[in-house]
């Protein structure tokens, strides 16, 4: 029986259809020639997790816009919240003045700092931008001037988000000087290795002092790396090293947090309390809004040394509040319960297919990653860019991660079809590709 009220995925035209083509013809004539564009997906409008081109080609949305539209593209809560606060004022700049939803936005997620400990909070633009703040508030705070990175995390395209980044040369080439003072540690990767503190005991020895470290900036799942859950072990080494050492555990939740792994934070899945937590992403359910939530007794910033026009926009505050009474008041709990099916539909099809080497994942964060063959595990790299080629001309919508892992980060709204459909199609476009030996 077909419900006549949800959408279904449908792929009617050639894609891009015409309509689809002339808008991307503008775009490659006018748009810096440094952005992506996986595929050419040309969004009209969305409902839930489906999203429709503007050809009427409708599809499963298995990547909510790089992990951001948390409840679906059009919630109507989120909606009119933000049509509400619309028609009030659409700036008066929190860095300088008052308004309600910035003391609200603020109040909220300091409470749900999960230390227990009072928290504040500092609104932002961007995941880039909470990532930078923190990194200039580790430094304030401590009177300490180096950072530890971990390769394979990414958190953003500013000098300082940069510098703390390793996942992908091309972010960093040509672009140098970096910040100098970062220093990068293997993440722990139980796919590809044993827990191993070597790297950290070297440097210690031997390159810089734990008591000149500012701050360890980690994500607590990797995401642009290659959705990697390290062990507990590794989250706990961490903690311990800036407890013993006065160093800040700042945790980048812009991808793993509000709601996306069943918690709110994917620090609280693994029972470790970071001394500042950066998130945005799904915050406004993709209004441009981040924020740093930090100790009371870390965040000792004066006046006026840290500030932003736009940052806690009033529309913006109030799509972040409407989403976590969405994320709090169900679709978290959706998140657990959806990702538990979706992991256990790919593990199904792991068994399959030879080259799906590993799946792993916490609610709706979830990793497959593809290899030449399951001994060497070398990345299939070829494989997975055609796979997500393959899946969207079928009706769903990838991305992928890493070197060849597949970001399974969907809308918490996703529902018992989309998973199903999801894993039908992901299925037949992989046994597609597949077929085509591509290595
Ligand atoms: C973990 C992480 N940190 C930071 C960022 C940067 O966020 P933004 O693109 O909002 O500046 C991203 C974006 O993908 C991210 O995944």
């Known amino acids: 029986m077909r419900d006549e009220t949800r959408d279904y995925p449908r792929v009617v035209t050639a894609l891009p259809g015409p309509r689809g083509a002339a808008i991307i013809a503008r775009d490659q004539a006018w748009s ?11 969004a009209a409008t969305g409902r839930g997790a489906m999203v429709e081109d503007v ?18 593209y059009n919630h109507p809560k989120v909606v009119a919240a933000v049509q509400e606060a619309a028609g009030k004022f659409l700036h008066i700049c929190g860095t300088d003045f008052y308004f309600e939803a910035m003391a609200a936005l603020c109040e909220r997620l300091g409470r749900l700092y999960p230390g227990g400990e009072k928290a504040r909070v500092f609104l932002t633009n961007s995941g880039t931008e909470a990532i930078e703040g ?18 394979n995390s990414f958190h953003g395209r500013s000098y300082g988000a940069m510098s703390l980044g390793a996942s992908k040369v091309k972010y960093r080439a040509h672009f140098g000087p970096l910040l100098p003072g970062v220093y990068h540690l293997p993440f722990d990767d139980p796919y590809r290795g044993d827990f191993d503190t070597t790297a950290a005991d070297e440097l210690f020895r031997t390159t810089v002092a734990p008591a000149e470290i500012a701050a360890v900036v980690l994500e607590p799942i990797q995401g642009e790396g290659g959705y990697i859950l390290p062990r507990p072990e590794f989250h706990a080494y961490w903690r311990k090293f800036c407890d013993d050492h006065g160093a800040l555990l700042v945790h980048d939740e812009v991808q793993s947090g509000v709601g996306r792994t069943g918690k709110m934070w994917a620090c609280e899945q693994y ?57 709090e008041g169900g679709l978290m709990a959706n998140a ?50 055609a796979l997500e080629q393959t899946a969207f001309r079928r009706g769903l919508l990838l991305l992928s991660c890493g070197q060849s892992t597949i970001r399974v980060a969907p809308p918490l709204v996703l529902d018992t079809y989309d998973v199903d459909r999801g894993l039908e199609i992901f299925d037949a476009a992989l046994t597609e590709v597949e077929g085509q030996q591509l290595g």
């Open 271 to 327: 029972g470790v309390t970071p001394d500042v937590i950066c998130s945005a992403k799904g915050l406004g359910s993709g209004m441009p809004i981040g924020a740093i939530i930090a100790r009371e007794a870390t965040m000792t910033w004066a006046s006026g040394s840290h500030g932003s026009t736009f940052g806690g926009n009033p529309v913006a505050c109030a799509a972040a509040l409407a989403t976590l009474d969405a994320v």
């Open 134 to 151: 923190a990194l200039k508030l580790a430094r304030h705070h401590t009177r300490r001037q180096y950072v530890i990175g971990f390769r």
């Open 55 to 72: 050809d009427g080609n409708r599809f499963i949305d298995w990547m909510a816009g790089i992990a951001v539209s948390a409840t679906g």
């Open 32 to 42: 810096s020639p440094s952005y992506i564009k996986e595929y050419p997906l040309v």
């Open 336 to 385: 657990t319960v959806m990702g538990e099916r979706l992991l256990a539909g790919l593990r199904e099809l792991q068994r399959r297919h030879p080259s799906i080497g590993d799946v792993r994942g916490m609610g709706l964060m979830i990793g497959v990653e593809f290899v030449l063959d399951r001994r060497s595990k070398k990345p299939a790299t070829a494989l997975v860019a």
